[in-house]
């Protein structure tokens, strides 16, 4: 049986955005973000972020401080009961410093690349799955693959959710 989702960005949704965030002491939860990835848990979601990440391909960060940031924040959520199934991210940016990562790519949103890997890899039914994220590219990226975009604008995002997929 294929399982449902909740996808969100992550810089601007999840947390605040701090340009290049790749720290754990820089980082700050928006309001809502940890009760709405346990209400997801809770609800049988996978919890998946897609995030374009081109502070790799501008060098100002590699890959594993981004894995350790992504590793910090799912054992914040343990202590309060919830967690990320999944983290896809595209290090790639046109302009970037870096050769290996400075190209065009299918997975940098608003292009469809990460989430429709992760449709793949984790069995999602796009049908019944969301994405959440605070531009308009998280939204097309969500309508490329499929699944029912929401643009965040502030305020709690588990209310957010919440009145979003209750009401759906």
């Not at 501008?58 to 350790?68: I, L, N, S, T, V």
């Not at 896809?88 to 050769?99: D, I, Q, V």
């Amino acid at each position: 049986m294929p399982n449902k989702a909740i996808f969100f960005d992550r810089d601007g949704t999840l947390n605040v955005d701090v340009h290049y965030l790749h720290e754990p002491e820089k980082f700050v939860w928006i309001e809502g973000a940890i009760d709405a990835i346990r209400w997801a848990n809770e609800h049988g979601y996978l919890v998946i972020v897609v995030t374009n990440q081109s502070g790799i391909a501008r060098g100002y960060y590699d890959e594993a401080a981004m894995h350790r940031l992504h590793d910090w924040m799912n054992a914040e959520l343990a202590a309060h009961g919830a967690h990320i199934d999944a983290f896809y991210y595209c290090p790639h940016h046109t302009e970037g410093k870096l050769p290996a990562y400075a190209k065009s790519c299918d997975c940098r949103k608003p292009a469809p690349g990460m989430i429709l890997r992760a449709i793949r890899e984790h069995n999602i039914d796009s049908a019944v799955s969301w994405m959440f994220g605070d531009a308009a590219s998280d939204v097309a990226a969500a309508e490329n693959a499929g699944v029912k975009g929401v643009r965040y604008t502030g305020g709690s995002l588990c209310e957010l959710i919440r009145a979003t997929i209750e009401t759906s």
